[in-house]
Each structure stands twice: as C-alpha cells, then as structure tokens.
C-alpha cells in the first residue's frame, strides 16, 4: 500500500533531523530501554534458558526440517539447507572493525535485515520456525534458536559441528548503531560509494569502506555473480577476501566457509518472476511476509529468491567434499539462469545433480563466487588441497563455522547450555583461569593506600589508565574491558590514546604494589587489572574528598590477567579507538569521516552508556584532568584533581565566548567583557553546551545541587564502565 504521507498521527510529519540534517543523533544511546522489552527489566535469559528442555527443542527442530509444508515445500524433503542459510546470514552480518551486526541479538527480525535482498525468503525459515519458538517461549531467544537451527540442520547432515553455545538475549527494536552504509538504494541497483565511486574491481577491492564488511547495501558480503555482476571469478575472490577478512576470516576459514556451506542445499531461480516487496514494505494482509511470488505456485519448483539456479553438489542433504571435487573436476561456461542471472554451469558434467521435486537431474552449476576459489590462486591451492582430503576440510569447517556463530559472543563465560566445547578459541579472547584466593575488602582498602603513595602516581595517571583499560569493552561483541589487564599488552599498550609514557609510569607503579602484596601473601593475589581499577577507585575517592565528599567507589575483585599469546595482535587493533572524547582524543589519521562529537557518542553507544552517563562521565573526567595527553582542554576549572561540577557550571557561563581556531577542531573561550582567555576546549566539550538535549542534561549538573548528583552519578556510570565485562560475576 501507499504511505499515507499527510497522516498527521503522532510520529509523523517533519522530523527535526528533516530541517536540521546534521543534527547530532543521540537515539543511539537510548536503545533496548526496559520500558519497550515486553519480558520486563527483571527478566534474566540465562536463568529462562536454564529451564529449556536443550535436546528437547533440538529434537523438535530436526522433526521440523523433514515437515514440509504446502505453503513453503522443502527442497530435497528438508528445510535443511535453507535454515543453514538463515543461520550465516544471522550471523555473517558482524564486522570485526567496529564489533556490530551479527547474530547476538535477533536482529534479523526486524528491518532493515528482515528485508535486505540478500535476506529474501528467509521470512519463510522464520515462519517456519514459529511453532517451535512459540512452544519453548522465553526459554530460547529468537537470537539462538536462528542459530541453533542451522547447526541442527548441519548435524542432520551428517555434518559433526564443535558444539553450540548459546546465551543470546533478544532485543526487540532494529539496532539503529549499526552503519550499514550511505547509499540509498540496495543491491543491484546499489552504487559503488562505498568504494569512493571507483569501477576497477582489482583496484578498488582493499579500499572497501571501513568499517563495512558488505560490497554492497543489502547484500550480507558479496554479489554471487561477481562485482556489480561482472562474473568474473578472480575479482569476486578479491572482494570475497576483503569482505569475509572485515569479520576477521582468513583464507582458509574463507573456503572452509563457503566450501562447507555449499555443500547442501541449493539456489533459486527458476523462473523470471518479479518479486513483491519485502517484508518492511508489503500489505499490511501479508502478516510480515515478503518477496511474493505470482508465477506458478510461486514457491517449491517455481521459487525464486536469487534469481540464480545452482545446484552445487550431487547430495545437497549430506555432508560430503562433493562441493570440491565438482568444482575442480568439471569444466565451466558462463551462463544465465532461468532468471537471467550469471552463473557458471558444467556441460559436460554427469547428469546426477538432483532436482528438489521432481527427480529429474541436471548438470552440475556454481556461482560466480563458487568459481573463485578455484581461480584465485591462494584460496585454490587450500581448497586443492581438500579435494582429496575430506578430514581437513570437515575440520576446518567445524571450526570457522563454530567461529562464525560465536564470534560476537564474548568471553566463554557468556556460554550457555549443554553443548558448550571445552576447547578455548582464540577468537573469545581467552582469560587464565586462577585458582588463588582473591582480596577482600580489607586487602582492598590497604591496596589504595599503597597505590596512592606510589611514586609517579597521580588522580590524573589513574584515572586514566583505568578508562583506558575498562573503555576498550565493546557492546555490539563483547570484546574489551578491564579483565585481562591487555592494557599492559600488545597493542594497547603502545596505543596514542593510552599515553605510553604515562601508563608505563602507572604499570610500573601498579606491579611493583602487585609483586609486593603477591609475595607478602601465600595462596592469595592480586591481578594487574584488579589493581588498574582499586587504582581508579583510590583517585576518584581521593578527589571526591578533596571536594567535600567521603565516598567509596563499589569494586568487585575477580579480574585476572591475560596472557600475549591469548591476545590476537590484529583484531585486537580493531579496538583502537578512533577518538575518545572523553580523554579528549581524536585520532586526526584515522578513517572515520565523522565529526569529533559523533565519534564520542558513537564511542558512548559501544560501551552501552546513555546521555546522561555519557555526559557525567565527559563532566566528572575533565574535573580529574584525564585527557590522554595532559593538555588543559575542556579542563574547565581551577581545581584540576578534585571531584567539582565546574565542568559544566564554566561551560555554561554565558560571561565566556567561545570561538574556534581554522580546523573548528578547538575553540578558545575569553571573557566577554575583558577578552582574555579564560578556557580551551575541543568539539567533544562545546557539544554539551550546544545540542539542545546535552545542554538541558549539563544544566542538571550545574545547577544548585548539582555538584552531590555529579559525584552520585559518576560513580555509578564508572562502576558500570569497570565491570561492563564483568560477566563471570552477572552470570
Ligand atoms: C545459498 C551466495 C557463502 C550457505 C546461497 C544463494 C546465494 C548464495 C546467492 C542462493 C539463495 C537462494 O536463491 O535461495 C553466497 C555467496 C557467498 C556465500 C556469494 C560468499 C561468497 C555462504 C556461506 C554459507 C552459505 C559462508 C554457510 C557457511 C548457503 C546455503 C545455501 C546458500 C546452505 C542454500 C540455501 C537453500 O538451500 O535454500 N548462497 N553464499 N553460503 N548458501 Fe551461500
């Protein structure tokens, strides 16, 4: 139906973002509110999962793939391959720059995922698995049983996965953080904006966007018939490698990914029916399907979702290397599917790929991108390499798969159910596990004395490195945090924003207390990165008093320290951070495009903070001047180290006239009336004076009482930020 565009119901009309474009969006911030989540703020998905009947549902699912219904006739007489799919493009939407999309909340359900091309007829495997969500309830997230199913259709395959964990809560509104690009229009049609308008697909293949993963809007990586539909297998490789290596996949987990997946199921494409709209745009009759489908019966033989017609392998329903050995084995000519797609098709092959419904075999066919692993010569000589070694290439499938799934999940400790592997990947990050007494209270209490008389030590060193070490977390996957101590480590600890020089004077300080308490101690001890955050507790209760306030910052003991060797170099890299306003750092060589205050709420949205926790903690860290750097920007008081709300009260000071230097980067404020310089400040400071919502929650910091709730709310959004990797304490 038509958008009613002159409704004048609530919500509609012009928008402020409509007449003011570059408004600074803080919706961000205010996602996944309690109030909109129907299971309530009480609701603990780990205690309802515990209640599941695990193999019960699995049970339930495998019964499922061999139902096949009138409405949506499985292929081959399973839903196997297509549930497989759901389950990739669940959670094959993660990108490793920035930690967001992927699998871990549901999304797939709502748009615009729901509704991206490459999604089409997946609203069918959902449908599909209604009655079995509907049956189990909150005992299983939308989030897992996506997941779940695919690795259930993979074992009914014959196929043996690493195991499954689960331990993924739904969200109940599109993830707005997520960028998925500019362009307004998706794939076929998508321009190459995301390749700065460059048409060379040789070229233009390492200069994808960042932090995009997908060559295009709306696809989940790459276009199946080459870029921009070229097809032709040697640049689609080049793209395949750039987008899977966006979610931290090499080479051999690249094939090992496309060689396992293909290996069931098919494509679909039979006719040249022009498909309705998806999901988000159809009748409000359709009940939240899309892509209908009017030739024929418009599904089973007649379906159509790609438009390409590929049947990979000769048993589409078992687990075998016959993906590989069609691949190398047969001779390939480019051709068009009944759609009109290109795709390649063997002519001289046997004729035993079969048909889904009606027996009748055809000859063998791959997509564009099937060929690129043959013709690109690094991924061929892995996937040469386990034609004739089907061993290899079942495990190396296990693995990248499990990695696939799990890969936005976080520390081992977020695992739930029966199911869960013992061994430990690389990808999650992995902790030691200690078997030492850890402090008390009282261990805690001597520890600040000791830390605060340190030499070299100051509030400032402090509290900084403890943000440091804790502000790394990433919501979107769970990666970073405090545990660990990795501040110490490779990368971070050479990162711009970490000050080197600085925090080796608090490293050095923090290990000789550590060795000190260690040795003095029998069975008991404590870990660096406990005492990065004792360390920032002492100093904000040291500055807290020196403002009149005797106040104790909570801590929870438990943090141990990682090793190097579990610290993945490269994909730590990724949370290097592209400013960090509230240090007041802005790396001026990185990628992002955005302005400084988008930089600092998109920083404030990782680690799950909101407007006013964002803003207390800008206002209270400039009050302990924490910039990374030690400069006096934003430093807006006379009283540097103690716990004050001159922050704000300076900042609105209608006496101060603020203006900018050339880059608009930093701003110098003098006194209106004698024009001496009072204050510098950067963008990630004026903004709390000059976004309408920022400046009415500032005002709440500096007006009368103001100063009691700064220090009540930035101990509390602190203690969020040191524990929000805390989950070996939620769970
Ligand atoms: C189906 C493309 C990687 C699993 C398809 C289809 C396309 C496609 C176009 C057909 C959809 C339809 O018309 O029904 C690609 C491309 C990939 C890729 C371009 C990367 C270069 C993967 C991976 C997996 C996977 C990594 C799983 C590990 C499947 C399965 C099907 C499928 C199981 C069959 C669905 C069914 O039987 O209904 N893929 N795919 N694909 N894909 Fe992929």
């Given amino acids: 139906g038509q958008c009613p565009t002159l409704s004048d119901m609530a919500g509609r009309g012009t928008r402020s973002r409509d007449w003011w474009p570059c408004q600074l969006k803080l919706d961000v911030l205010r996602q996944y509110s309690v109030e909109q989540n129907p299971l309530g703020g009480t609701f603990d998905y780990a205690e309802a999962f515990s209640k599941l009947d695990y193999f019960g549902l699995k049970a339930d699912i495998k019964a499922l793939l061999t139902q096949s219904q009138p409405w949506w006739p499985a292929d081959f007489g399973t839903y196997g391959g297509l549930f497989i799919r759901m389950a990739w493009h669940s959670a094959g939407t993660y990108r490793a720059v920035d930690g967001r999309g992927g699998g871990g909340m549901g999304q ?3 748009a615009p995922l729901n509704s991206w091309p490459d999604n089409a007829n997946l609203d069918k495997a959902r449908r599909l698995l209604w009655p079995i969500k509907m049956k189990y309830g909150k005992s299983i997230s939308w989030a897992d049983l996506l997941l779940l199913t695919g690795n259930v259709a993979l074992e009914s395959f014959g196929f043996p996965t690493l195991g499954f964990g689960a331990g993924r809560p739904d969200t109940w509104q599109s993830d707005e953080s997520v960028f998925w690009g500019a362009e307004t229009t998706f794939v076929p049609e998508g321009n190459d904006i995301r390749y700065n308008g460059s048409t060379d697909y040789v070229a ?16 989940i990586y790459v276009n199946p018939q080459g ?20 979610m931290g996949m090499n080479d051999s987990e690249i094939v090992a990914l496309i060689a396992g997946g293909h290996a069931f199921g098919k494509t679909h494409g039979a006719t040249n029916a022009v498909l309705g709209p998806p999901p988000e745009g159809g009748a409000l009759e359709l009940q939240d399907l899309g892509w209908a489908n009017s030739v024929g019966t418009g599904n089973g033989d007649d379906a159509v979702t790609s438009g390409l017609e590929v049947i990979w392998s000769k048993t589409p329903t078992k687990w075998s290397n016959d993906y590989l050995n069609s691949l190398f084995h047969n001779n390939w000519t480019l051709t068009h599917s009944p759609a009109g797609a290109l795709q390649f098709i063997a002519p001289d092959s046997t004729l035993d790929y079969p048909d889904p419904f009606n027996g009748a075999p055809r000859h063998a066919t791959m997509l564009v991108s099937d060929l690129a692993l043959r013709e690109d010569p690094i991924f061929s000589a892995i996937a040469e390499d386990w034609v004739n070694d089907f061993d290899k290439l079942t495990n190396a499938f296990a693995a990248a798969w499990f990695k696939l799934l799990h890969r936005d999940m976080g520390p081992i400790s977020r695992y739930l159910g029966p199911e ?3 061994q430990q990947f690389s990808f999650q990050d992995p902790l030691p596990t200690v078997s030492y007494t850890q402090i008390n209270d009282a261990d805690v209490k001597k520890l600040k004395a000791e830390i605060l008389a340190a030499p070299g030590v100051t509030i400032s060193n402090l509290v900084s490195v403890a943000w440091g070490s804790a502000s790394t977390f990433r919501g979107g996957d769970k990666r970073g945090g405090a545990n660990g101590a990795r501040i110490a480590l490779q990368p971070q600890v050479g990162w711009a924003v970490n000050n080197p020089k600085q925090l080796q004077i608090v490293l050095n300080a923090l290990n000789t207390v550590k060795t000190s308490f260690n040795n003095a101690h029998r069975a008991k001890e404590v870990s660096l990165a406990d005492l990065i955050v004792i360390g920032g507790c002492a100093a904000i209760e040291k500055a807290a ?3 009149g306030y005797t106040i104790e910052v909570p801590f929870t003991a438990g943090r141990v320290d990682a090793l190097q060797v579990d610290t993945d170099i490269s994909t730590f890299e990724n949370l290097n951070p592209q400013g960090d306003g509230f240090r007041n750092y802005r790396n001026s060589s990185g990628w992002s495009l955005a302005r400084t205050e988008e930089i600092l709420v998109d920083k404030a949205q990782q680690l799950t903070l909101t407007a006013p926790e964002m803003t207390v903690l800008v206002g209270g860290m400039r009050a302990l001047n924490t910039n990374y750097d030690g400069s006096s920007k934003g430093i807006l008081t006379e009283k540097p180290g103690q716990l004050t709300n001159d922050y704000f009260v300076n900042l609105l000071d209608i006496s101060t006239k603020w203006s900018p230097d050339s880059t608009g980067e930093l701003f110098t404020g003098t006194d209106r009336t004698t024009g001496a310089t009072k204050w510098t400040a950067t963008r990630a400071d004026l903004v709390f004076g000059s976004h309408a919502e920022l400046r009415a929650i500032a005002e709440v910091y500096a007006e009368a009482g103001g100063q009691d709730q700064l220090v009540t709310d930035f101990v509390a959004a602190w203690v969020k930020v040191m524990n929000l990797d805390r989950f070996d304490v939620k769970n």
């Fill in 108 to 110: 797939q359900r709502f």
């Fill in 420 to 422: 869960v592997p013992k």
């Fill in 545 to 547: 008093a020196a403002s």
């Fill in 204 to 219: 233009r293949a390492t200069h994808l966007e960042e932090p995009l993963a997908a060559t295009h809007m709306g696809l």
């Fill in 227 to 246: 870029p921009n539909g070229n097809g032709d297998p040697k640049s689609s490789a080049l793209d395949i490698r750039e987008a899977f290596g966006r």
